[in-house]
């Protein structure tokens, strides 16, 4: 209790300001008593806390009321008068919010939040951007009990070979003692540990029975313990003392429900035999009736746990797997990037078999290559473009194969960071580098003693406290369910059913609504830790162990053995063209682990929802071919009849190199769109955003064939769209790149600019969909551009690019190329009148608008501005994290117009005399083209 000046009473009845005073004084006297001042603050902030929920359990007030009288009520120095004061007090609380506020503000100097937004600080930082139906549900959890959470979660990755599960077996003290040569990784492993006092780790062999006894241990005491006979004696007094001056105010009597102890007991009594309840009714009866009565005698080791877990995640080094990194990489781990310091960084990378088409690595890339796929794919599924935090360091850099180093030591040590060095030039001026952790370390794994193992894990820990998310708080039931969820993983099941999840659910008291678990389930995928997909397909299955993935995946890239022989020609066609036929499916499931073969059908929309398997269509001449079109699966332009054929396409697998490229990207004798670029941000992509673009477009547009080849190849596909006209998509580096072709011989009509605007939001649509399954939270599609290269030149790769936002402040822009031989502009109307046609016509003329932007203006605009409130912001000049930061500050979810108006201000502010209303007209243009569904722009209403 401290200084307790200017706390405002303004609407607070005088009589309930007395009792505020009544209990301020009682509170001053007990607070050397530290058993009875920590009782008493409990009682109040129990109530204060349950009077602000929506839903109130009005048995909470009379618990902690009898809890009260029973305990402190009529004893020195809670005098009649006080018990009866504190009793009145307890009930003002409970109906009066402004009370509630006011005793614990006045008593504790405690702030009690009522609303979503006063928790949201609560909230883990990656949560504070939930919708508010879903921060309702959090904020609701919270308040029936929070745990703090510490958790290191620790990736190892880099190439095979490199010693990634050697380094791993010397950071875990039961392996190292093992001293176990370990095989090559297949997948993931997973190693669950907990960090001791010493700071060495120890496989958690008993934390998820400890952890799953105490949570239920707590939820049960107090249904189970005996009830106390004096509370039934005194509950009477309280009532009386309560209805007398009830009637006195001629206020009507509330009748206080049953006593719900026993009804609950006699409940779980009923469920003793039910699994997850027999072993907690155990512990329960075992727990002493007097806990002062408990056995203190308990030897402490010395070596004892600490509350931090330590979640060690080995990866897979062959390039096969990386495509599954959305799964596992994301802002919440610590990673440790381990480089083979006998490799020359331009040395090239050897691999049994070619599966590096997967990631974009090929027979020809480096061991550097690979170094900058990791740190990029780290960057990327940071979400930290989507956070108010800055970036904090998370990459550790571990050079190994020091045995087979020259030299001392320190030129080891040298050689080491020189190595590093050289490897992190490809990232001058990128903000990758802030990921990077300044301290490199170089081990021998064949020394199992070195101190520098102990080092490793030192500022492991170091820089998990540093993070943002470190020690967030998390409901208590919550974790109840982590633990339901564990003792699901140890019977062996990989794939449940969601009606089996919430029969675990069940087993909990309380368990969890049906919203409330499904925010649950969507924050533990969001986390990596399960696979949940609210897709009508996937939303009744949830994914244990997200590792299950990268086997459904594998069974799909590499070979089988034992095939049937009368299945050769299909698997002919699998090998060679990536057609995968349902006999090969099928024989691929059969050939699978129990927990794959059982759930085929899972794994097949799984794969398909994924983008890794697609249906290809055919051109059906015939109007009946209408029956067979699926509508929800095929987009089919009204003048073509489609139907899907009966196998899937892999486009991952297709190997087959592009013959000369400039033949599909450039073809001559054809009427050409300029070239449409995505190009991603920080100059990564992904790939296998690539080859599920493919898929996309093998499920919506029949394959073009050159004689009877389809013209599919490892990074280039060519679509029939249309009778004469087709799409080419291609990729190099992190640009997709799309061309539609027109082979009439007499053009006498321009292109259909419809077909090129469907075809458009089809490929864009789709990228986008792919960032939002891979990002964390990604606010807004700036994961790329729309760019349009010069329509004055053939395609070269990143060379003549126009971004497509600029034309909406610029009628004309100057062409850059090194490919043009004449320096040149290209007019907007050049460049857009294809791809853009409706965008260019929507397009108003704005000269007028050239004129300083004023408040009301503002304010206009803050009104009428929608869906491309966010891209406005970034339009104007303001990052990710600026517009993170000033949402923090101003409710999004209830006003959003505050909030535009906010960084609209800010603007204006900031550019002056440059802050026009044409400038602010255009860059809401810039906005919507980005983000819009039709293209079309609406003029703005100043």
Not at 79 to 86: G, Q
Not at 393 to 421: A, C, H, S, W
Not at 623 to 631: C, G, L, V
């Given at each position: 209790?401290?200084?307790?000046?200017?706390?405002?009473?303004?609407?607070?009845?005088?009589?309930?300001?007395?009792?505020?005073?009544?209990?301020?004084?009682?509170?001053?006297?007990?607070?050397?008593?530290?058993?009875?001042?920590?009782?008493?603050?409990?009682?109040?902030?129990?109530?204060?806390?349950?009077?602000?929920?929506?839903?109130?359990?009005?048995?909470?007030?009379?618990?902690?009321?009898?809890?009260?009288?029973?305990?402190?009520?009529?004893?020195?120095?809670?005098?009649?008068?006080?018990?009866?004061?504190?009793?009145?007090?307890?009930?003002?609380?409970?109906?009066?919010?402004?009370?509630?506020?006011?005793?614990?503000?006045?008593?504790?100097?405690?702030?009690?939040?009522?609303?979503?937004?006063?928790?949201?600080?609560?909230?883990?930082?990656?949560?504070?951007?939930?919708?508010?139906?879903?921060?309702?549900?959090?904020a609701k959890a919270l308040k029936d009990g929070s745990e703090q959470v510490k958790n290191i979660r620790l990736m190892v990755v880099g190439m095979f070979g490199v010693g990634k599960t050697s380094l791993v077996?010397?950071?875990?003290?039961?392996?190292?003692?093992?001293?176990?040569?370990?095989?090559?990784?297949?997948?993931?492993?997973?190693?669950?540990?907990?960090?001791?006092?010493?700071?060495?780790?120890?496989?958690?062999?008993?934390?998820?029975?400890?952890?799953?006894?105490?949570?239920?241990?707590?939820?049960?005491?107090?249904?189970?313990?005996?009830?106390?006979?004096?509370?039934?004696?005194?509950?009477?007094?309280?009532?009386?003392?309560?209805?007398?001056?009830?009637?006195?105010?001629?206020?009507?009597?509330?009748?206080?429900?049953?006593?719900?102890?026993?009804?609950?007991?006699?409940?779980?009594?009923?469920?003793?035999?039910?699994?997850?309840?027999?072993?907690?009714?155990?512990?329960?009866?075992?727990?002493?009736?007097?806990?002062?009565?408990?056995?203190?005698?308990?030897?402490?080791?010395?070596?004892?746990?600490?509350?931090?877990?330590?979640?060690?995640?080995?990866?897979?080094?062959?390039?096969?797997?990386?495509?599954?990194?959305?799964?596992?990489?994301?802002?919440?781990?610590?990673?440790?990037?381990?480089?083979?310091?006998?490799?020359?960084?331009?040395?090239?990378?050897?691999?049994?078999?070619?599966?590096?088409?997967?990631?974009?690595?090929?027979?020809?890339?480096?061991?550097?290559?690979?170094?900058?796929?990791?740190?990029?794919?780290?960057?990327?599924?940071?979400?930290?473009?989507?956070?108010?935090?800055?970036?904090?360091?998370?990459?550790?850099?571990?050079?190994?194969?020091?045995?087979?180093?020259?030299?001392?030591?320190?030129?080891?040590?040298?050689?080491?960071?020189?190595?590093?060095?050289?490897?992190?030039?490809?990232?001058?001026?990128?903000?990758?580098?802030?990921?990077?952790?300044?301290?490199?370390?170089?081990?021998?794994?064949?020394?199992?003693?070195?101190?520098v193992f102990d080092k490793i894990r030192r500022h492991i820990q170091t820089l998990a406290e540093k993070q943002d998310y470190w020690g967030e708080r998390y409901p208590i039931r919550w974790i109840m369910m982590e633990q339901s969820l564990d003792k699901l993983r140890d019977t062996g099941k990989q794939v449940l059913d969601i009606k089996a999840i919430d029969d675990a659910n069940q087993l909990n008291i309380p368990p969890l609504d049906k919203e409330e678990l499904e925010l649950f389930l969507e924050i533990q995928h969001r986390h990596g830790n399960i696979l949940y997909f609210s897709t009508e397909q996937l939303k009744h299955t949830v994914v244990l162990a997200p590792q299950w993935i990268i086997e459904v995946f594998k069974r799909f890239i590499t070979h089988l053995q034992g095939k049937d022989p009368k299945l050769t020609k299909h698997w002919r066609l699998y090998e060679e063209s990536a057609i995968l036929r349902p006999e090969v499916f099928k024989e691929i499931m059969d050939n699978s682990q129990k927990d794959i073969k059982e759930n085929s059908e899972i794994v097949l929309n799984?794969?398909?929802?994924?983008?890794?398997?697609?249906?290809?269509?055919?051109?059906?001449?015939?109007?009946?071919?209408?029956?067979?079109?699926?509508?929800?699966?095929?987009?089919?332009?009204?003048?073509?009849?489609?139907?899907?054929?009966?196998?899937?396409?892999?486009?991952?697998?297709?190997?087959?190199?592009?013959?000369?490229?400039?033949?599909?990207?450039?073809p001559e004798n054809c009427e050409k769109t300029p070239v449409l670029c995505f190009a991603f941000v920080e100059n990564f992509m992904p790939p296998s955003f690539f080859h599920r673009l493919v898929a996309v477009c093998i499920s919506t547009w029949p394959i073009r064939k050159l004689g009877s080849n389809d013209q599919l190849y490892n990074g280039l596909a060519v679509f029939d769209i249309h009778k004469t006209e087709c799409l080419t998509i291609w990729y190099k580096d992190h640009i997709i790149y799309a061309r539609i072709s027109c082979c009439r011989k007499n053009l006498t009509t321009d292109f259909n600019v419809e077909l090129c605007h469907d075809v458009r939001l089809t490929l864009r649509t789709s990228l986008r969909k792919f960032v939002s399954q891979s990002l964390e939270n990604p606010r807004t599609p700036i994961a790329f551009e729309e760019y349009i290269q010069c329509p004055e030149m053939e395609y070269v790769h990143n060379d003549g690019m126009f971004r497509l936002a600029d034309f909406m402040y610029e009628r004309e822009l100057k062409c850059k190329a090194a490919s043009c031989k004449q320096t040149h502009t290209v007019e907007r109307k050049d460049a857009m009148s294809r791809w853009y046609k409706t965008t260019l016509d929507s397009l108003d003329n704005d000269d007028d608008l050239n004129t300083p932007v004023s408040e009301s203006d503002l304010s206009k605009v803050a009104k009428q501005i929608g869906y491309e409130y966010w891209m406005l912001g970034i339009e104007l000049g303001c990052s990710n994290q600026q517009m993170n930061k000033l949402r923090a500050s101003h409710d999004l979810r209830k006003d959003r117009c505050t909030f535009v108006l906010q960084y609209m201000e800010d603007w204006m502010r900031r550019e002056g005399e440059k802050a026009t209303k044409q400038r602010l007209n255009r860059a809401i243009h810039a906005a919507r083209l980005c983000l819009s569904k039709d293209d079309k722009i609406t003029p703005v209403n100043f």
């Open positions: 209790m401290g200084d307790q000046e200017e706390i405002s009473t303004k609407g607070i009845d005088p009589e309930a300001l007395e009792y505020a005073r009544e209990v301020q004084s009682v509170a001053k006297e007990i607070a050397d008593n530290e058993n009875m001042a920590k009782q008493l603050k409990s009682i109040l902030e129990t109530i204060a806390n349950e009077s602000v929920r929506e839903e109130r359990d009005y048995l909470l007030l009379t618990g902690q009321t009898r809890d009260f009288v029973t305990s402190l009520g009529f004893t020195s120095p809670f005098s009649v008068s006080r018990t009866k004061a504190i009793i009145n007090i307890l009930l003002l609380m409970w109906n009066h919010t402004n009370v509630a506020r006011y005793v614990m503000k006045s008593v504790y100097n405690v702030d009690i939040a009522t609303t979503v937004d006063e928790m949201l600080e609560q909230f883990p930082s990656d949560l504070k951007q939930l919708d508010e139906r879903s921060a309702e549900i959090f077996n010397n950071l875990i003290k039961d392996l190292r003692d093992e001293n176990i040569i370990p095989n090559s990784t297949e997948g993931i492993d997973l190693r669950r540990c907990q960090l001791m006092t010493n700071g060495d780790w120890h496989l958690d062999k008993e934390q998820k029975s400890a952890k799953y006894h105490s949570r239920f241990k707590t939820a049960f005491m107090d249904v189970m313990k005996p009830s106390n006979t004096d509370v039934h004696y005194e509950l009477p007094d309280i009532q009386r003392v309560q209805d007398e001056e009830v009637h006195e105010k001629g206020e009507a009597v509330s009748e206080i429900p049953p006593d719900p102890l026993a009804a609950m007991a006699q409940n779980i009594q009923g469920r003793k035999n039910d699994d997850g309840i027999r072993d907690i009714l155990q512990i329960v009866k075992e727990e002493p009736a007097n806990k002062q009565d408990a056995p203190v005698n308990i030897p402490v080791p010395v070596e004892t746990k600490t509350d931090t877990t330590v979640s060690v995640w080995d990866f897979a080094g062959q390039t096969l797997y990386y495509s599954t990194h959305q799964f596992f990489l994301n802002r919440r781990s610590i990673y440790l990037v381990l480089m083979d310091m006998t490799k020359d960084l331009n040395e090239s990378v050897k691999e049994g078999e070619r599966s590096g088409i997967w990631c974009g690595l090929d027979n020809d890339s480096t061991y550097l290559d690979v170094f900058k796929f990791w740190l990029n794919a780290i960057h990327m599924y940071s979400g930290y473009r989507s956070m108010t935090s800055e970036i904090h360091p998370t990459v550790i850099l571990v050079g190994t194969r020091k045995d087979e180093m020259t030299g001392t030591d320190e030129k080891k040590e040298e050689q080491n960071d020189k190595y590093f060095d050289r490897a992190l030039r490809s990232f001058e001026g990128s903000p990758i580098l802030k990921h990077i952790y300044h301290i490199k370390f170089l081990v021998n794994n064949l020394s199992p003693a070195d101190p799984y794969m398909e929802y994924l983008d890794v398997l697609a249906k290809p269509l055919i051109r059906e001449e015939a109007d009946e071919a209408n029956e067979h079109i699926d509508k929800n699966e095929t987009v089919a332009f009204p003048q073509v009849n489609f139907k899907l054929l009966d196998f899937h396409i892999v486009p991952c697998r297709l190997k087959n190199p592009i013959p000369p490229i400039s033949r599909f990207t450039s």
